[in-house]
Structure formats: C-alpha cells, structure tokens
Nanobody, 114 residues
Framework: QVQLVESGGGLVQPGGSLRLSCAAS????????MSWYRQSPGKERELVAR?????????DYSAAVKGRFTISRDNVKNAVYLQMVSLKPEDTAVYYC??????WGQGTQVTVSS
C-alpha cells in the first residue's frame, strides 16, 4: 500500500523559512521522480518543484518559487524534502507530495502571515 505522509507545515512570518518532508512507503522510491504541489483556496493545484529519479537529473521549479525553494531527496530514508526560504504571503497553501503515479499525500498546511 502506497503511503505519502507530508509534515513540517505551519505558521511563519513573511521572510521566514520552513522545511517540508514527505515520507514515502509502499513503492520503490528510488525509481520515481517526486514532486511537490500546492493548492490555495479557490485555485487549482499547481506544481512547485520536481526532482528526478537519477543523480544527474536537475530539479525543476515553478517561476514563482525558483531561487527561494529547494527540493531534495534521500533514497535511503525514502523521503523528499522542500526547503522554503524568503516565504511570502502568496506561498500560503496546502502542500502535497506525489510520486507521479497518481499517489498523493494528505497535504500539510503552510501559512505565511504576520
């Protein structure tokens, strides 16, 4: 049974940082590219960052987060991370991880507000 469990969300002031984690199980993690998406109220879910399944693959980022967010993965711990710095109020959303095979976590709320 595939499980993706996100954690690390919370309330942070503008300019602050958070590190999200996604623990994966039930599939061969190293074989899959992993992605982070986010969804704000009234908006469609959007891709934030993607990391491939090979060491040579370069991560991709949306224009909105490029230069501020960093995606990484640990194939030993079966986890993918999203380091977020210089957070803005518009980054407020529920953040989800996915393995690109139709499996999603339950999401973790990130709220950026003073």
């Amino acid at each position: 049974q595939v499980q993706l469990v996100e954690s690390g969300g919370g309330l942070v002031q503008p300019g602050g940082s958070l590190r999200l984690s996604c623990a994966a199980s039930g599939f061969t993690f190293a074989w899959f590219a992993m992605s982070w998406y986010r969804q704000s109220p009234g908006k469609e879910r959007e891709l934030v960052a993607r990391i491939g399944n090979t060491r040579s693959s370069r991560p991709d980022y949306s224009a909105a987060v490029k230069g501020r967010f960093t995606i990484s993965r640990d194939n030993v711990k079966n986890a993918v991370y999203l380091q977020m710095v210089s957070l803005k109020p518009e980054d407020t959303a529920v953040y989800y991880c996915t393995n690109g095979a139709g499996d999603w976590g339950q999401g973790t709320q990130v709220t950026v507000s003073s």
